[in-house]
């Protein structure tokens, strides 16, 4: 049995069907720029991954050299530590430990110094004179590990008593052949040591000027070469 179809919805139905042919064309425009709209931003976002794939490539590939370079320098400057330590501290100990080993990226580095006689590691224990020598033996450890022709001090030694700041400056006279020094100091016996006195003076109601002193020194033939 069909259901007669009364003159109304007869009237409904022909009303759609011309709707829907006369939006039928902009919904193909509309689609085709959805589908273009789409195909940019789908293009975009594999650039997006290439790029990001690519960045985390030259990330691993970073962070192995430096693991590499920093284990190497490591290496080195604990070995050259190890030396100026038992120069510094006749007959004392020392070394550089790593505070994480499994991860060298993000590890930091503990200073340990044994001085002779004493069962003490760690740095923080140690007199103010003992732990500006073992910045120093840290510090020079670094200059021989990656050499420089120049290094500036300010006051390194001024904590040091006569004992430490006479191994201080015999640690800088080793060095006097490898590179340039300049040491900003109040000793007396450190500028003693200098082969150059720099310093600035000012007489009254003038301006400062910078003065400079070439030390004369004995050769080891009994002359004095200025």
């Known amino acids: 049995f069909f259901k007669q179809k009364t003159a109304y919805e007869i009237y409904q139905c022909d009303w759609s069907s011309d709707v829907?042919?006369?939006?039928l064309p902009l919904a193909l425009e509309e689609l085709q720029t959805l589908e273009s709209r789409y195909v940019e931003l789908d293009g975009q976002v594999a650039d997006v991954r290439t790029a990001?794939?690519?960045?985390?490539?030259?990330v691993q590939a970073l962070n192995s050299e430096i693991m590499t370079t920093?284990?190497?320098?490591?290496?080195?400057?604990?070995?050259?530590?190890?030396?100026?330590?038992?120069?510094l501290y006749p007959g004392g100990q020392?070394?550089?430990?790593?505070?994480?080993?499994?991860?060298?990226?993000?590890?930091?580095?503990?200073?340990?110094?044994r001085p002779m006689g004493r069962n003490?590691?760690?740095?923080?224990?140690?007199?103010g004179g003992e732990r500006a020598m073992a910045a120093l033996a840290?510090?020079?450890?670094?200059?021989?590990?990656r050499p420089s022709p120049f290094y500036m001090m300010d006051?390194?030694?001024?904590?040091?008593?006569?004992?430490?700041?006479?191994?201080?400056?015999?640690?800088?006279?080793?060095?006097?052949?490898e590179a340039q020094l300049l040491i900003v100091t109040h000793q007396k016996r450190t500028m003693e040591s200098a082969d150059a006195l720099y310093g600035v003076t000012m007489k009254p109601g003038e301006s400062s000027?910078?003065?400079?002193?070439?030390?004369?020194?004995?050769?080891?033939?009994?002359?004095?070469?200025?």
Do not use: W
């Open 20 to 23: 829907c042919s006369s939006d």
């Open 52 to 58: 990001r794939r690519e960045l985390q490539e030259v």
């Open 70 to 87: 920093f284990a190497s320098a490591m290496a080195d400057v604990n070995e050259h530590f190890s030396n100026l330590v038992a120069l």
């Open 94 to 113: 020392g070394r550089l430990v790593l505070t994480d080993e499994s991860d060298m990226l993000n590890t930091g580095v503990e200073l340990e110094v």
């Open 120 to 127: 003490i590691r760690l740095v923080s224990l140690l007199s």
């Open 138 to 145: 840290f510090s020079f450890a670094v200059f021989r590990s």
């Open 155 to 177: 006051e390194v030694e001024a904590a040091l008593d006569d004992v430490n700041l006479q191994r201080f400056l015999s640690l800088v006279a080793d060095f006097r052949d």
């Open 209 to 226: 000027k910078v003065v400079s002193q070439r030390v004369a020194r004995k050769t080891s033939t009994g002359t004095t070469d200025a």
